[in-house]
């Protein structure tokens, strides 16, 4: 294939499908849901394609039903992480050097297989194992995957198009993009399956081998997963399947000779500690690893007085309360101005109160279950707290049940303090807090910039220009992902590359050329046609 030009086709998005009453997507997905929900499936320890049953196990069960087991995996104990990483080392050696042209084959038959028919079957794994409601599934599970898939396949050609852009007559000049030498660990949570996809694939495509762990409340779907990069055609070796507990996997990976490179998303602690690891064992390093992480955040809605109540009330609704706030960009402080305040408020309140909150499969519900009992527990002191205390009210929500699955009304608490405890610390669930400014528009924008340490997702709501090139201006660096008269979730790949800065991570911006450009390593080639014969130079002639 090297003696033509080759053009991967243009990425566009997947459509969106809708799963309404009656459709045929709908029909598949609900046999699929009965067919999955009825069966409780083992899962292995898969390195080098070799599945290994360690004994060593744990279970996944549904958040909305959380008697109803749906699989016992196996965890990977020392000696299956030493065998992965051998493993890994010795894939290496063939796949980094693969033509990029079946490397981008196979990830765009992962592509085309994940639209029909492991669609429905993620979709359904993530409905059951992650309790996500059909329309959040599909968004991420199947669409964005393939997003992710599609669009890194275009970032790939355009990163190796990238050469010197001259040659002096009698050189040539070329700059070779290599896979990273060792191999990648891609740690990876339980929200997003399209994430869990996409933090061991990236830099596979770029021709490196990793390690991945996927979140043990999420091995479900990842399973599905390995699953798919089988069938697609990824050599063995390349991706090597390794759950378990952290404190086991972490330490023996990150103290490895071999670790290139690290993909993460998960909390900010964990990602602080694997980074202060490399940092212990940086002598040891065949290479300095590339770390690449993103991390919680303190998402924001800042209203001013010329925002419509209406759109202001969709962006706080579908932000904060879509996936049961189970986003790292989920809205969790918002700003409301004292003068729409009372507009806001009964209407506000009045739309919440609509929010049906239960099972998956009954779609008429736009939340469901966080995803364990600690998530559960967690969340539920912050509701305990905000009862209890002097500065805040709950005007939606407030209630929760686990006797059946883990659920938690969609919970509104309004402070007279912006720096209450709700306002400042990540919760990861269906509570949002809100604070009614009577400051200037300026003095909150600071008041906005300067409460968290995070800065990952960020609104304005605003009708009125002139506030909005200002937020815009005064809250640069508060969102790597910046909203106008919109929610701060639902980045698009392609469209919205996503990434925080500050606390909330590199800022390496999934679904962009940014983050594949991380995982390769460049080795410029000069070519001298007319090499020079003798060594002095001009200057040394004598007058």
């Given amino acids: ?128 194992g992650q309790s996500k409601n059909a329309f959040q599934a599909e968004i991420d599970a199947a669409c964005e995957l393939i997003d992710f898939f599609n669009f890194n396949a275009q970032y790939l050609q355009e990163i190796y198009k990238q050469q010197p852009p001259y040659s002096p007559t009698g050189t040539w000049n070329q700059v070779e993009h290599r896979a990273l030498e060792g191999f990648v660990f891609a740690v990876t949570p339980f929200n997003f399956t399209s994430i869990a996809g996409n933090l061991p694939t990236a830099p596979a495509l770029m021709g490196n081998v990793t390690l991945w762990k996927p979140a043990s409340s999420a091995v479900y779907s990842a399973y599905y997963l390995m699953k798919l990069f089988k069938e697609a055609g990824l050599p063995d070796g390349v991706i090597n399947f390794i759950p378990g507990k952290g404190s086991v996997v972490g330490p023996m990976v990150m103290e490895n000779e071999h670790l290139a490179g690290i993909h993460f998303t998960g909390s900010t602690a964990v990602f602080q500690n694997m980074w202060k690891t490399v940092g212990d064992n940086i002598a040891k390093y065949k290479s300095y690893p590339r770390i690449v992480g993103e991390t919680g955040g303190k998402d924001f809605i800042v209203a001013h007085e010329s925002a419509k109540m209406e759109v202001l009330r969709t962006a706080v609704i579908r932000g904060a309360f879509e996936y049961q706030g189970q986003k790292c960009s989920a809205a969790s402080r918002i700003y409301i101005p004292k003068a729409s305040w009372e507009a806001f408020k009964p209407s506000y309140m009045e739309e919440v109160a609509k929010i049906k909150v239960g099972d998956v499969e009954d779609f008429s519900n736009f939340m469901n279950a966080v995803i364990d009992r600690g998530a559960f527990n967690d969340i539920t002191a912050y509701i305990d707290y905000a009862k209890d205390h002097p500065d805040a009210e709950i005007i939606t929500g407030g209630n929760y049940d686990d006797s059946v699955g883990f659920f938690i009304e969609p919970t509104t608490i309004v402070t007279t303090d912006p720096h209450f405890k709700t306002m400042e610390e990540e919760i990861f669930g269906p509570v949002v807090t809100i604070y009614v400014y009577d400051e200037s528009w300026e003095d909150v924008l600071d008041l906005v910039d300067g409460t968290s340490p995070y800065a990952l997702t960020g609104a304005v709501i605003s009708n009125d220009r002139a506030a909005t090139e200002l937020a815009v201006e005064r809250l640069r660096h508060s969102a790597g992902n910046f909203y106008i008269n919109d929610k701060p979730t639902g980045a698009v790949v392609g469209q919205q590359p996503f990434g925080g800065s500050r606390a909330s991570g590199t800022n390496d911006k999934a679904g962009s050329i940014f983050n594949l450009i991380r995982w390769v390593s460049q080795r410029t080639i000069k070519e001298n046609f007319i090499p020079p014969t003798e060594f002095p130079y001009p200057f040394m002639d004598e007058e």
Wanted: aromatic share 6%; glycine share 4%.
């Fill in 1 to 128: 294939m090297s003696d033509k030009v080759v053009m991967v086709p243009q990425a566009v998005n997947e459509p969106i499908l809708n799963y309404a009453p009656g459709s045929a997507e709908r029909i598949e997905l609900q046999e699929t849901l009965k067919k999955m929900k009825s069966e409780v499936i083992e899962i292995p320890v898969i390195i080098g394609g070799e599945e290994i049953f360690t004994g060593e196990t744990a279970t996944n069960a549904m958040p909305h039903n959380h008697k109803h087991v749906l699989a016992k995996y196996h965890m990977a104990g020392p000696k299956e992480i030493e065998r992965a990483i051998e493993v890994s080392q010795e894939a290496w050696k063939t796949w980094s050097v693969m033509s990029w042209e079946s490397r981008v084959a196979i990830f765009k038959r992962m592509a085309v297989l994940l639209a029909h028919p492991y669609g429905h079957i993620l979709n359904a794994a993530t409905m059951l």
